[in-house]
Structure formats: structure tokens, C-alpha cells
């Protein structure tokens, strides 16, 4: 009976937590990193040639290696060490060559890093209401297009996939391209192909909680020659650098355009190296652990596992649960960290989140004003929480998850007014 008691007895009013250990996250020291991805690093280290661009043949360059090692993995044509993930967005639509201050589309759910990118390149950022799935609202991405926009920026955000082929449809319709932010979604494939070859230029981040991990770092993707020499010379290639990246270089006057010194470094090439070559095993990893655990939740009342738009189209890194609306989301989510689940929920206001562009306040100084102009993208971030899934969660991590979920959601009903 005691046992019963103390089960059902939320921590959050003075029962015993579901776990008592904190939940494994990257910033809680929880790395997936193998020692051959730190003796790689050491071996940079250790050659002393810590720049890109010596007197090394491009090909026998840490970065230039991991570049053509990143083209044979995604299946892409040219690719660009970066300095991080916002940087390689930054480049992308840099390399669009777009009129200055022209409007860029970008989904009102993604990381303020997005529309930062968007000012970085010299645009104006104009955000996109969302669905309930939080995707794009096609019919406000399409008005909008129409409206004069210049480019979209899609956002795979937490590692799910975009709709590509209906953005992409949109795109064409008007001409516009299409730069794409797979910076959470590193290694997902939707319909067989991977994320950031979809569009005209794809964005990646290498900083820690991605799945490669290299404290800082990012890189770009591109088929397109003329945009990735334009790219390279925005980077730093200058004075003849561009050239060593290409068999035939295009003919691009390297001072034509602003170099913003973004590029990335030997050491950080050799360990993303290195943990490319693992990144399948960490991709199966997540997938595994997500899988346990959306099947687990599934018939859960009152707590939805966000829809993927295809099956499967997803990297498993963060599993986001959509409640009723935003007071049970945050009720929700502080009930469930006491239980000791690392959770936030986007709309909390006593935990201000980067991820709900109310709080971007270099865009929208006002908060009530700019909730008001996006009713369903407030209403569909709010009503969300959001808990990172370890690649290394062990089986009893997950089932201490879902445990925890349902204690706190069987409470729920009535809870959270
Ligand atoms: C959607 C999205 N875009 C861009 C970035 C920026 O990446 P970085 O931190 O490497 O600049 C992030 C960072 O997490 C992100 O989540």
C-alpha cells in the first residue's frame, strides 16, 4: 500500500520521483565520442597545421578530407567546413546573391539562430505560421511567396523533416530558392534522400548536442558550383583558395565579394572526420530509443507524440509532446522534471526558450503584438514540450521515460488550471 502510494504520488507534490539520477544530456557531460575520435583529434593536434589552407595539397587537408568525405556520405556535390552551423546558413544564402534587405522566409518553430542567419546575410527574416504539426502552414508560406519574398529558408527543427516536396513545389511555383536548415537533423533522410540536399544549399552544425559533435563547427552543401565558389570566397578561400577546391574553377573574382573568415579548422575537421564514420551506429541508436518510446506513448490521453511527415522521417534526438494547450504544456513539463525527465516546454514563461519567436525580441520587440499576429504557430509551439534523447539512453532510461510520462499525464486532467 506505502508502495502504491509512493508511486502514484506526483513529485511534483512531495512523492517519490520516477528517477532520481540527472537525464543524460551533452551539457550533463553525456558525449557520444569514442577514443579513435579523440586520437584523430590528437593527431591534428600533433601535426602542428592547425589552418586549412597551407601548403598541403587540398586533398591531404583534414577539412578537404572530411569535405569529400561529407560529399560521399550525403550524396552531394561540393561541400564547406564551416565555423558553425548558423555561419554555414549565413554563407548559404550569402552565396544566393539576393538584393540587399530582400525578404527571407523562414518558420515561425525553429532556433533564433535561423532568422539570425537571415540578418547575418543582410535579409530581412519574415516568419511563417506553422500547423499543428509544427510544419509550415502552406497556405501562409504560398501567400507569402506571392507577397515577394526571395527566399525560404526550411527548418527540419528537432530533426524532423520538413515537407520538402510541398515547399519545394511552392518554390518552384515562384522561382524562389530554397536554403535548407538541417543543422537538428544531421544524417535523416526523408523518401530516401538525405536532408540538406533538397534544396539549393543545405546547413549543418557540428556543436556539441548535434550528431556530430565537435564543440563548434558546421558545414554547407551544395550542387551547384557558381553558389558553392561564392560560398567559399564569403568563407575566407581568398587569394586563389577557392581554386584548390575545384579540378575546373569557375571564374569568380575573389575580392568581388565579403570575406567573413567562417571557416572551420583542422582539429574540428579531423574529429567530425572521424565521428562521421560512426555516425550510422549513433543514427541507429537514436532511432532505436525513439522507436521504444513514441510506440510506448501512442495511446497516451491527453499527450500527442509529434506526427513525422513521413514514417520514420525523423532523427530521434528530441521527442516532442503536444498537450492540450499551453497551461497543461507548462504544467505539464514541471511536473515531469520533478519526476526527473529532463523536459521544457517551449511556452514556459518562467523558463524563457530561444525556440518561441515571441521571445525574439531583436525581431519582435513586442511580445503581445507578435503572438497576436501568429495565432496558430503561439498556440502550436505553446501547447509543446520538449525532452533530448541521448544518443547512449539506456533501455531502463526509456522505460523510466515512459514511466514518467504516464504517471504525469494520468494526473492531468484537471491538473493544470
Ligand atoms: C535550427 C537551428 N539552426 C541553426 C542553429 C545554429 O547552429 P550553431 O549553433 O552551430 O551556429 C541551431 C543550433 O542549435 C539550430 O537549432
Redesign the pocket.
Known sequence: MVARIRHVTLAIDGGTPVRETRWPAYDNGDAYVADEDIAAAVAALRSRRYFRYDSRPHEATETGALEAALCRYFGAGHALGCA???TA?ALGLLALDLPPQSDVLCPAF??A??PSAIVLAGHRPVVVECDDDLQFDLTDLRNRVAAGARAIVV?H?RGFAADMPAVLAIADEFGVPVVE?A??ALGVRLHGRALGTWGRVGAF?T?SDKALNTG?G?FLLTDDPTLYARALVCSGAYESRMARHFVDPPDLDDLSLPLFSWRMDEIRAALARAQLTRLPGRLEAHRRNYERIAAALADQPDVTVRRPVAPGAYLGEALLLQLPDAAAACWFSRALRAEGIGVRAFGDPDDVNVRAFWNWRFLFPDRAAVRAAYPASTAAVGRTVDIPLSANLTEHDCTQLVAAVGKVAAALPGRYR
Do not use: R
Open positions: 558553425s552551423g548558423t546558413l525553429t532556433f539562430a535561423t527548418v527543427m536548415d543543422v537538428p552544425s556543436q563548434e558546421g
